[in-house]
Nanobody
């Protein structure tokens, strides 16, 4: 069973950093895309970016470009979301999700989801 598990959320002051991790198991790491999403209260889930081992990472959300970095460690089957220069508007529940094949920006393209981890950025 494909089951990603996120970790690393918490409370941080504006300007600070956090690194989220996504432990992925139950599938061939090289054949899947792992995406990062977030959802703030009352808002739709939005795609931050995605990584696939053979294609590297891509970012969908303009507001995080240059501040967030997605990386992976295939030997550990881990994907990371490094978040720097955090802003209060980054406050949300962050999810990693998995889909076979190529990356995609829309959350409905992904079939397997972690439970989410809360990130709260105080001003």
């Amino acid at each position: 069973e494909v089951q990603p598990v996120e970790a690393g959320g918490g409370l941080v002051q504006a300007g600070g950093s956090l690194r989220l991790s996504c432990a992925a198991s139950g599938f061939t790491f090289d054949d899947y895309a792992i995406g990062w999403f977030r959802q703030a209260p009352g808002k739709e889930r939005e795609g931050i970016g995605c990584i696939r081992r053979s294609a590297g990472s891509t970012y969908y959300l303009d507001s995080v470009k240059g501040r967030f970095t997605i990386s992976s460690d295939s030997t550990k089957k881990m994907v990371y979301l490094q978040m720097n220069s955090l802003k209060p508007e980054d406050t949300a529940v962050y999810y990693c999700a998995v889909r076979p094949g190529y990356c995609g920006s829309y959350y409905l393209m992904y079939s397997s989801w972690g439970q989410g981890t809360q990130v709260t950025v105080s001003s």
